[in-house]
């Protein structure tokens, strides 16, 4: 079965900045690519592992950090009051471990909270955040995180 996750994992060199906001030795971050909600973040491990309890004492050890830095430069960037974050790795080509770092906005309407908020993902082509959009927040995204 192919792993969506691991496919761009091999290329993240090549990758266009709202795939490659964050990069270290074991974890990469993304803007991801089916949301209308801009700075809806994934944050992966660079290995192939399918359950949170596999992940290395050292994947481990860094993904706290991660979320807290995101979770900042998310405030900071997009003005957000919190941010959610989820895992789940449950979609048919997704079962690669993989967090949502999602921007809770001030003025968010009480039926798009807590888990509804996922209605913004996976939505029509016309209603996603244009690629250029993506970009321009994981540079102003990578500035803060540096």
């Known amino acids: 079965m192919s792993c969506f996750s691991c496919d761009r994992n091999e290329r993240a060199g090549e990758l266009p900045p709202r795939e490659r906001i964050g990069l270290d030795e074991h974890w990469r971050v993304a803007h991801a690519f089916d949301t209308a909600l801009p700075g809806w973040l994934i944050l992966l491990p660079l290995r192939h ?52 770092l999602i921007p809770r906005m001030p003025g968010l309407p009480a039926q798009r909270r807590g888990p509804r908020i996922f209605e913004l993902l996976g939505v029509p082509e016309a209603d996603r955040v244009p690629e250029a959009e993506r970009d321009a927040l994981a540079v102003a995204l990578r500035q803060r995180l540096h």
């Open 49 to 100: 592992v399918t359950a949170v309890a596999d992940l290395t004492d050292a994947e481990a050890g860094g993904l706290g950090a991660w979320q807290a830095r995101l979770s900042r430069a998310l405030r900071d960037v997009t003005g957000c009051e919190k941010t959610y974050v989820v895992q789940f790795a449950e979609k048919e080509g997704f079962a690669h471990v993989h967090f949502h």
